[in-house]
């Protein structure tokens, strides 16, 4: 089988989920493929209008529309499932495909993503689903009901001019005729009544247990999901594959959550240096633990909810990141992988991408050049840019330490974070030097400080000696904490931390 991915943002998990379910897969922009392929994947992450504006420069748009009414599987993921609506709030001007009759409304505070896991159910399934997104499609009781009261003549009358189009090559490389691209592009051509009101079936989702939004919209091999199958673990590699083999399963077309809330995250992370699985106290006396891929899978099975490694003698040997590490790590995972050390230049970024991480820290680079941050987070959104900050206690304040914790910066903790935030950073990945390896628990004074100055996640790290300390860390403020040593001598496991958090009442993605 054949899977054809637009190249929009970092497609790489994508690539490895569908090669591990047999499929040959390769990307192209061209319309024609776009058009013909047996398997078709539209991702993307990033901001609404530009977004919609890549897909019409590239002549994508009528080259999607025309396969979705031709009813070809068609997968569209995050920005890809944004873009079939009619529009989005991020972007009020610009107009969406119009093949979902919804818009796209901001479900999250000013600068701040969701970023985790939420509940999926449905009629035989209870599962957990992985999303990052500020934007998501907002229900309508029409839509709810099936659209069964919208203008069919006049959409019967779109679809006709849609399909009897010529398929010349020419009409592959301009835009829609003005009577469909005018007006409303294309809503109806793409959705008659039957085409929505007994044939679909859709899932809703909340992040915070009272606003509810469209979480997947499925109608025969159309599939659109916010959520991101390909990092969904072992239920997001059943979609694909239901999806890929157009098998028809209760688990495949019945997906509804509603009341559901965001995760806490527990995050196992790779400290690797020479290649090999270390860990030290306070960013010295490194002890080696092992091979990293293997430490990965493992932690994976456990239940961890993410997984970061960073080279940690990178930016100080002043050498590149080891690649094939990540690459290593990427080939053995269905879970987030984000992955730093020794990132100096968007040329680094793309290579680590490229190489397997859905996301990348930086941390000496962007205090020498915070640009760097906006640069990266313009081409594979702030979602995918984490900005690791190493503190140390200071008298009352905390001051960054870069360089792998060897140099003072001279710069307040919380006023970086928050100046990070600002050039595009999606998530504070904060480390306690003075705690780091200590076992005396994660530092709850750094954390709330940082947490109260920015509107992005935080990742509490350093410091885990006994599992009421991550409860005390989610309790300061942090949205996930980071376990390493604990992890790699067997103090303690994911499933007893995850425990730990839901007997404090703390939702956590079950083991």
Known sequence: MEVLILPFGNTGSLRRAFERLGATVRTTLDPEATRSCPHLVVPGVGHFGAYMRRLRENNLEAAILDRI???????????????????????????????????CERITPQGRAAFGWTRVTGADINDYAYFVHAY????????????????????????????????????????????????????????????????????????DGATTFLAAWRNGPILA????????????????KAWLTQTTTTRYSELKTRNSRLTSRIIACLDVNAGALVKGEQFVDLVSHGDPAEAAERYQRQGADEIVILDIGATH???????????????????????????????????????????????????????????????????????????????????????????????????WARAAVAHGAGEIMLTSMD?????????????????????????????????????????????????????????????????????????????
């Open 435 to 511: 705690r780091d390896g200590s076992r005396q628990g994660y530092d709850e004074k750094l954390i709330r400080s940082v947490s109260e100055a920015v509107v992005a996640p935080v990742i509490a790290s350093g410091g885990y000696g006994r599992d009421e300390h991550a409860v005390r860390a989610i309790n300061a403020g942090a949205d996930a904490v980071l376990l390493a040593g604990c992890l790699h001598r067997a103090e303690t496991t994911i499933a007893d931390v995850k425990a730990a958090l839901a007997s404090a009442g703390i939702e956590v993605r079950p083991c």
């Open 225 to 240: 999901t916010q959520f991101h199958p390909e990092k969904s673990a072992n239920f997001g590699a059943a979609l694909l």
């Open 317 to 415: 040997e002043n050498r590149a990141v080891m690649l094939d590490t990540i690459t290593a790590v990427a080939d053995r995972l269905a879970i987030p992988l984000t992955a730093g050390g020794g990132v100096r230049t968007l040329e680094d970024a793309d290579a680590l991408f490229d190489a397997g991480a859905d996301r990348i820290t930086l941390n000496s680079a962007a205090v020498a050049d915070p640009g760097l941050i906006t640069r990266i987070a313009d081409r594979y959104g702030s979602q995918a840019v984490v900005c690791a900050i190493d503190a140390k206690r200071h008298g009352e304040t905390h001051i960054v330490y870069t360089r792998g914790g060897r140099r003072p910066t001279g710069l307040d903790a919380p006023a």
């Open 136 to 207: 998501a499609a907002m229900l309508d009781q029409e839509f709810e009901r099936g659209g069964s009261q919208r203008n069919t003549e006049r959409e019967q009358e779109m679809k006709a001019a849609l399909q009897s189009r010529a398929m010349s090559s020419e009409s592959t490389t301009t835009t829609l005729a003005p009577e469909i691209s005018e007006s409303k592009p294309l809503r109806a051509a793409l959705r008659p009544s039957a085409f929505i009101q007994s044939q679909h079936t859709t899932c809703t989702a909340s992040h």
């Open 69 to 103: 009414a031709q009813n070809k599987p068609t997968l569209a993921i995050c920005a890809g499932m944004q873009a079939l609506t009619e529009g989005s709030d991020e972007a009020p001007d610009v107009p969406g495909l119009g093949v979902l009759p919804v818009r």
